[in-house]
Every structure is written in C-alpha cells, then in structure tokens.
C-alpha cells in the first residue's frame, strides 16, 4: 500500500519524505489555506520535493469552470493531480479532463455508488473518507472493502484513496481491505512507527549496556 502525507506543510513534507515514506501529497483549500502562502507557490514546491502524485483541488463548482482550471494546475507539474469534488458537475469534468490525459483525483465518495461513477468517468484516484462516515455511525472501512471488490469485478482502473484517516488502526485497516493508498495527516505518521513496547526495549538496551560498560571498567 502507497503512502501519501495530506498537507501542504514543506517541513513536514521533507521531514517525512527523508525516511522514504511518501509516495505522494494530497492537499485540499482548507490545508492549504493554513499555510498562509500562495496556493500556485506551495503546489510547485511540493512538486519539487515529492516525485509522486500531488493532489490540488480546483475550487469552481460548475464543470466548465472546474476544466479551466484544472488545465491551468496541470501546466504547473508533471506529478499533478487535479482533485474534483464528487457531484454530477464534478463528474462531467473529470470525464472531459480523463480524455485530455490530466489526471484526477474525485474526492469526498461516501458510497459505492459514487466511487464506481467516478471511475466510469475516467478518475484516476477516488477518495472515499472513512473518519466521517465513522462519524455518522457507518464503517468507512466497509465502503474501502466494497469500492476494492467493484473495482476488481469490473477492471476499473482507477486507485482508491483511503481518506479521512484518523488513527492507526484506520491505517491498518485500510490495508488489511485491499486500499491502493492511505493519505495519512502528517501528525499521525510518528504514531505509525511507534510502540510503547518498542521504547520500553530500547530504554531496557542502554540500560543494560551501560551496567555492561561499568563491569568492564
């Protein structure tokens, strides 16, 4: 399974993309709004950093409109991928859009029935989002098992994109059900590679090479 970071944050970016985790960036308005910097800006330094897929949502809520601009984002980098929300305008867009070879990205699917229209429109990725359907009491993961299934059945070629993610155990899950990606916060990633158990036998190493170095002494 390909890990993506979802944030706009260089720093974490590179702090991340160091240990050879990220195989792509997922970004939407509000993560990029945090950063205070121009949108154009952050997009093609992350591009800079991260040779897989970068996700850059258009903001336009009518197809044409969604087009025109995801025309413009895909000039700014080869690894761009243009995120189109999930609606009947959305769709119309991201079949115009398949058919041009720019690549999209259909966000917030909270069914089956959505993520399979996305990719008879030609999506490359789909993201369903399992933290907010946990939410209102439905089980994200269920949604990534059957989208995996559909997509199996049917020779569609578009990836799922687990997101939403909230805890490790999504993480792990997604895994289990067959997910292509998880889009992982980047607050979350440390809690990936890490374990109480772990730091107790580290902890329990020094202490022992220590008493191990006064005897020789």
């Known amino acids: ?15 991340i993309h160091s240990l050879g985790l990220v195989d792509g960036v997922t970004t939407n308005p509000t993560i990029i709004s945090r950063e205070g910097r121009n949108f154009e800006e952050v997009i093609k330094e992350i591009c800079s950093i991260v040779s897989g897929p ?4 258009v903001i336009s809520l009518d197809a044409e409109g969604m087009v ?9 980098a080869d690894n761009i991928v243009v995120k189109i929300p999930m609606t009947e305008e959305g769709l119309k867009a991201t079949h115009i859009l398949s058919q041009e070879g720019i690549k999209t990205n259909v966000t917030l699917i909270f069914s089956v029935a959505q993520g399979l229209m996305a990719a008879k429109a030609g999506a490359t990725f789909i993201s369903p989002f399992l933290g907010r359907l946990d ?3 439905t089980p994200g993961i269920k949604l990534i098992e059957d989208l995996r299934t559909v997509l199996n059945n049917y020779g569609l070629k578009a ?8 805890s490790l ?12 990606i998880a889009t992982i916060p980047g607050s979350l990633f440390p809690k990936l590679w ?3 158990l772990t730091d107790n036998g580290i902890a329990q190493f020094m202490k022992d090479w220590e008493s191990f170095k006064k005897e020789e002494a």
């Open 169 to 180: 155990e999504h993480v792990e899950a997604t895994a289990k059900v067959g997910a292509h």
């Open 68 to 76: 025109k601009e995801a025309r413009e984002i895909a000039k700014w």
């Open 194 to 196: 890490s374990h109480p």
């Open 54 to 57: 970068v996700s850059a949502e």
């Open 159 to 166: 990836e799922i994109i687990a997101a939403s993610i909230r």
């Open 135 to 137: 939410d209102i009491g």
């Open 1 to 15: 399974m390909k890990f993506f970071l979802d944030t706009a944050n260089v720093e974490e970016i590179k702090r």
